[in-house]
Structures are given as C-alpha cells and as structure tokens.
C-alpha cells in the first residue's frame, strides 16, 4: 500500500514560500496540498491563483487543490491551466456533481470530492465510480489547526465499505486535525492520503515531521 503525505501550504510561511517549498520537495512528502478558500462556502479567505502560480513554479511533487469554493466550475478550468493535477470539490458546494466531476477530467485533472463532517459518505454511491479520491474532512473547513473530529474513523470505514467492489483504487484521503498522534490509527482504518498543515509547520522540524508521518504509516515506527 503506498501512503501519501500531503502538506498543507495554508500553514506554511507566505513571507518565506520559497524555503518551505524546497523543503516539501526535499522531503519525503509526495503532493502538495492547496487550499483555496473564497469566505463564502467557508468563513475565511486564503489565496488565488498568483499563489497557485508560485507553487507550480518551485513545486517539483503534484498540487492537490483542495477547493473550498461556491460554484467551483466556474474555475476548474483555471485552475487545472494553473498546474493542479488533483482537483477537488465539496459536495455541500455542488449542484450538478456529476457535470462538475466530468469537467474535472476534462480539464485533464483527476477528480476528487471532499465531505463536510456532517456529510455522511453513502451520498456518494452514485458518482463513487466516477472518482479518483475523496477527501474526508476531519475538521470544519476554514482553518488549519482545528482539532480532529473522532466520527472520521467511522467514516473511513463506511466509505471502504462503499469502493467495495466498485472502486477500490480510490484515494481516501483526510485533512484536518492530522499529526503524529493519529496518523497510524487513520492508516490502519484505510486512509491512505494524509493532509496535515499544523502538525508539520509549527514542528520544530517540518521535513523530519514528514518522515516521521510516512514511517507511522507504512508501521515503520511506533511513537
Ligand atoms: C482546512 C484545510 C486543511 C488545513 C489542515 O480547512 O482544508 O487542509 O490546512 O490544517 P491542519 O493540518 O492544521 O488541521
Ligand atoms: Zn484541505
């Protein structure tokens, strides 16, 4: 099983994006997770696509753009010109999901949904074919730093249940509240995708945090 570790630049240093880029690509860390936030689907604001830009220009590990956007289809296609390879989308902001996922592919990205914590999983089973990854989100989205809500293992499990059979390729990923302390219990419940931005950045040492992360879930270490 390979387990992927993302890193959520909403935590890195804006003053210092350069350094923390090169730290990512240095490290063992596989994608770059983007958070773009428009303070209407969630109450904050992050940044755009001139970000998005300077990440793609120094980033040498693919951009998971994790979109917390109202009608996102309006900027799938900037953002896939922008340089993601993953797009997600969540499903409380999305109408006509299937039409959204389809424009995702067409973008040449792959496609992920992401669900609020109130979202259960089960309101995925007609597109669940249709996707590369879903993103469980492990907090409310908004902010990074937020403590980790305890019904995502339950819904790790349920979503397993769901791929059975149908698509047992697709990514589980989760972002929110992930660190050392649960990064192996979330491993062993199935997910294989892991955002974390806190856990990392406020480390003392961010690139060794991230090999710590992936030796947690490939059972390497125990802490
Ligand atoms: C939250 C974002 C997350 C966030 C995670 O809305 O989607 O990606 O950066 O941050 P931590 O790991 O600090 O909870
Ligand atoms: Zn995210």
Redesign the pocket.
Known sequence: MKYIIAP?I??ADFGNLQRDIEMINQSEADWF?V?V?DGVF?PNISFGFPVLAAVKRSATKPLDV?L?IVEPDKYIQEFAKGGADRITVHYEACTHLHRTIQLIKASGCKAGVALNPHTPVNLLQDVIADLDLVLI?S?N??????QFIHNTYKKIQDLKVLIRGVNEDLIIEV?????LQNIATLASAGANAF?????IFASGNPAETISKMKSLTTGRINI
């Open positions: 959520s909403l935590s997770h958070d936030m969630v994790h917390m989100m907090v989205p908004g902010f990074g730093g937020q972002d929110g509240g992930v660190g955002v974390a931005g806190n856990a």
